[in-house]
């Protein structure tokens, strides 16, 4: 029997359990609904015919200001409903939004005269919002007669949060002005809210008709920390980069200790501020060595405690990932 489980005073305290795609979409009725907080109980299948949990369209702004934790269960999504400019399986995370311990896997195929933001996780990222430990194994397709932002978690961060997460489904953002990044599309913040990647990893196959990049596809006004590269490739048909395609406003942005590795030949089309070659280095003791990355931002990558040493695939895994498959 499905049950509330009550934890402190106010509507919008209540812990929801989300146990099917019903009470997943139950989570759109309302601004009230959409600030709750909720935990799914079970992997669940959401169809082929979804409609993005909040909505980011430009004549109507309805984002998803609570806490979605997924419990370590994984999502299965097979397709978009309607016409959004914002989708995945969240279309706008708002201020005070976060959404955890999620893993989202299926597709996304889109084809729109309307500017499109798609990712595996979600569309668009607001300041203050927020996306940690989080798989995405969506693959995405997208075409606009306008703009197109694609990203494994997220087509665009605008002055959010996103930590802990990895992707390796394919990403393909077609035409001259698509932008395609393995964790996000395009990063891009203000002085008072810069957008912030850290502590990433992609393993995405790569495609835009304009700017790529293994992790952030253009960024501006924000900081790439601690993220690595392992694409197994990122095409573009303007300009690559293996962890930044492409800079803007240089002076406002921040990169530190990044790592890009892609197989065969391969240009660094965003110059010096593309990370740093691992060498010689096997990536199992690259990542065994937790010293390797600044901790000047705050937490190191963590094993153990958020991400775990996976022996056999010689690749870190979210900690609940291990748990779940256990």
């Known amino acids: 029997m499905k049950k509330s489980r009550n934890c402190s005073w106010g509507d919008t305290e209540r812990i929801v359990e989300v146990y ?115 798989v995405s194994s969506v693959d995405i397709t997208a075409a606009s007669d306008e703009f197109v932002r694609v990203g494994g978690v997220a087509g665009i961060n605008y002055g959010g949060t996103i930590s802990d997460c990895r992707s390796d489904g394919a990403i393909r953002a077609m035409g001259g002005n698509g932008v395609a990044g393995g964790i996000v599309g395009i990063c891009k913040g203000c002085s008072l809210s810069p957008a912030v990647v ?27 920390v601690n993220c690595v590269a392992l694409n197994a490739s990122v095409e573009s048909g303007v300009t690559r980069g293996r962890v930044v395609g492409e800079n803007f406003l240089l002076e406002s942005i921040q990169m530190i200790n990044n790592y890009g590795g892609v197989p065969g030949a391969w240009r660094n089309d965003a110059g010096g501020q593309d990370g740093a070659d691992c060498g010689t280095r096997p990536p199992g003791f690259w990542w065994r060595d937790a010293s390797t990355w600044d901790i000047a931002r705050g937490e190191p990558w963590s094993f153990d405690a958020i991400w775990v040493w996976d022996a056999e695939e010689h690749m870190p895994r979210l900690t609940w990932e291990t748990r779940v498959v256990a």
Request: charged share 20%; proline share 3%.
């Open 20 to 134: 099917d795609a019903f009470d997943f979409a139950a989570i759109n009725a309302d601004a009230v609904s959409r600030a709750r907080r909720y935990i799914l109980m079970a992997d669940i299948d959401v169809g082929d015919e979804w409609w993005p949990v909040g909505v980011g369209d430009e004549e109507d702004n309805r984002p998803f200001t609570g806490l979605f934790d997924g419990g370590g269960h994984t999502v299965t999504l097979g397709g978009i409903a309607g016409d959004p400019e914002c989708a995945g399986l969240f279309g706008l995370i708002g201020e005070g939004g976060t959404v955890q311990n999620l893993a989202v896997r299926g597709r996304i195929s889109m084809d729109s005269k309307k500017p499109l933001r798609l990712g595996g996780i979600v569309g668009a990222l607001e300041a203050g919002g927020s996306v940690k430990s989080c």
């Open 198 to 224: 850290e502590n990433c990893v992609s393993q995405s196959d790569l495609k835009a008709g304009g700017v790529a990049g293994g992790i952030v596809g253009r960024h501006a006004c924000s900081s790439v």
